[in-house]
């Protein structure tokens, strides 16, 4: 009994402490993710705060391509429990460079705590966070060694980027709603065909919201091959670029970017009205992303992210008027259609089933096993 009330307690600890470090890390699923019911908010703090360590590691610019690609299978294998979670904390935090936030810094010092949580969540839920923390760690490592001012080859490598990056966190989203509700997961095979496309519209409104953030670290994630056609050469890029080429380029983006999100408005549309949590959650991310992309179309000459940020009072009216139209497809299409106006679009050619990586790992097919390895299933005991 002493033993079971030690182990409830060290998980609760560590849940509190997912609850206190998540609005350092996420401004946006802090505010995203209450909205869920309550065996959802769990896991998906957890998925999210794991993808945010694996994310930490990407980004740290003084880490180089062989140290991340290492520190990430030794992340995936803290996750399999094959190694000890404060062994592998203890050796990345210091590596650390003041690039990562302090709320970052802290989060990959307290990996232990995160892993108590995953350990204790049933044994599916394990699978589908593990799953896709793999294929993003796996991803993200053909990209790092190239990484430059001179940006990705093309568009499809940036699509492969935002998959692995982002993507893929729309396929474990998706399966874990339908673990949640039964008739989500009778739509399954439809939201997992749009369910890339919810990441990837995020990824690329941050990249662009991000683009001179990015810059100043000798990092830029657009697609050289389009930019060059369009009389913009990424390499020699400057913040504050005020001419039509650039200009034009930035429009194109943008509407790849309106265009992803219009796929992931569309795979909100397909969860039940019954699940209005679950709808909420997805329509703010969508909304703020929406919002950020229009400050960056009447802003092309933005210097930072800040300068293009959405304002509080802009967030505040963007969830009263989801949370009253929620109910109501129809005023749903209305709004989205109303706030998207004027926004570039360029049609995307359409899902590829060779992009997707989720269909090729185990545990496909919404069919888990009631058991798994029992390092998986331990309480997190690091």
């Known amino acids: 009994m002493a033993s079971f009330a030690s182990t409830t307690s060290r998980i609760a600890e560590a849940e509190a402490y997912q609850d206190k470090i998540l609005p350092g890390v996420s401004r946006t699923f802090a505010f995203t993710i209450p909205q869920l019911p309550a065996d959802l908010r769990k896991v998906v703090t957890n998925a999210y705060l794991l993808c945010r360590i694996a994310d930490t590691l990407e980004d740290e610019p003084s880490l180089c391509a062989l140290q991340k ?23 990345v935090t210091p590596l650390l460079s003041e690039a990562t936030s302090p709320d970052e810094r802290e989060l990959m010092a307290k990996t232990s705590l995160i892993v108590r949580c995953t350990h204790s969540l049933p044994a599916p839920q394990q699978l589908v966070l593990v799953k896709c923390v793999s294929i993003m ?21 940036v699509d492969r980027y935002c998959y692995h990056v982002a993507g893929v966190v729309g396929e474990m989203l998706t399966e874990l709603f339908c673990q949640h509700s039964g008739p989500i997961h009778e739509k399954r095979a439809e939201m997992l065909v749009l369910a890339p496309s919810f990441g990837e519209g995020l990824q690329l409104t941050n990249i662009l919201k991000d683009l001179w953030d990015d810059w100043q670290r000798g990092v ?21 670029r005020n001419d039509h080429e650039f200009a034009e380029a930035l429009g194109y983006m943008i509407g790849i970017a309106h265009a992803h999100l219009r796929n992931a408005f569309h795979y909100t549309l397909l969860i039940p009205p ?44 963007t969830i009263v008027s989801t949370s009253l139209a929620a109910r109501h497809d129809g005023m749903l299409k209305l709004l989205f259609s109303g706030v998207t ?14 992009l997707s990586a989720w269909s090729s790992e185990p545990c496909v097919g919404g069919d888990f096993p009631t058991a798994i390895d029992g390092r998986l299933l331990r309480n997190g005991d690091q």
């Not at 690609?69 to 094959?82: I, M, N, Q, S």
């Not at 106006?341 to 089933?353: D, E």
Request: glycine share 10%; aromatic share 8%; charged share 25%.
């Open 137 to 157: 760690c796996r991803g993200m490592g053909r990209y790092q060694a190239n990484a430059s001012l001179e940006g990705l080859a093309d568009l499809g490598e």
């Open 274 to 317: 019954q699940e209005l949590g679950i709808k909420r959650f997805c329509l703010w991310a969508i909304g703020l992303a929406v919002l950020t992309l229009r400050r960056i179309h009447a802003r092309p000459t933005y210097r930072t992210g800040q300068q293009v940020k959405v304002s509080r009072r802009t967030v505040k009216a």
């Open 220 to 240: 830029c994630w657009l697609p050289r091959k389009e930019f060059r056609e369009l009389g913009v050469d990424l390499a020699s890029m400057t913040p504050g």
């Open 69 to 91: 690609a290492d520190f990430h299978e030794r992340f995936l294998a803290v996750l399999r429990g094959e190694e000890e979670a404060q062994n592998f904390a203890r050796q």
């Open 341 to 354: 106006r004027g926004l570039p679009l360029r049609p995307l050619s359409g899902p590829s089933p060779e």
